[in-house]
């Protein structure tokens, strides 16, 4: 069992699970009604109902700002330590099911996954993408489901195969600094990736 599955046991739900964590990693901000559901893309009832049990809890601010109400974490509520370790700690990589839509955006040659979701907070990036023929509609609905799945932003790197290949020729170094980093290599179609990869780290 994941352990993304032991917390939306945990938490009672899915929808709950995702919230949570939500809330957890976007701490310092706050969000209207609307903001929650697109970006947790949950839907708006299942919404209200899981920021009203917030809400009840304590875990959960309720502000009104020119008659339109938003919401922030409470970072005095008691148990907020103790949630926020076991959030952090659950493992995002390789729960991430929307991520096996990555083959829909075109043609896929590179796919790396670092940062965020290998619990790598001082990563500047999250996601390597080596796509040819990209579609941006596409790149975007993923993108989207990803950021539900891991509760905050996704910082991502689309390229195509020649500018990948031109840019580790001229040793790129923001480039060079992600395979040197902890990353995964979720899909490849480059042979030769692993081989320059363990050059580069050198």
Known sequence: MSSVQVLEILFGSKSRARMMRFFILNNSHEYSFSDIVSRNIINSSETRKELSAFKKAGFVKE?????KKYYQTNISFPFYQEIER???K???FPQCSSLSNVKKVGDVKLVVTTGVFMNYAKGKLDLLLVIDNASRTKLK????HLEAEVGKEIRYMLLTAEELTYRLNMLDRFLINIFKEPHEIYFSKLPKIKQMVSILKK
């Open 63 to 67: 502000k009104n700002k020119k008659g």
């Open 86 to 88: 076991l959030v952090i």
């Open 90 to 92: 659950s493992d995002i």
């Open 141 to 144: 609905t993923l993108i989207n």
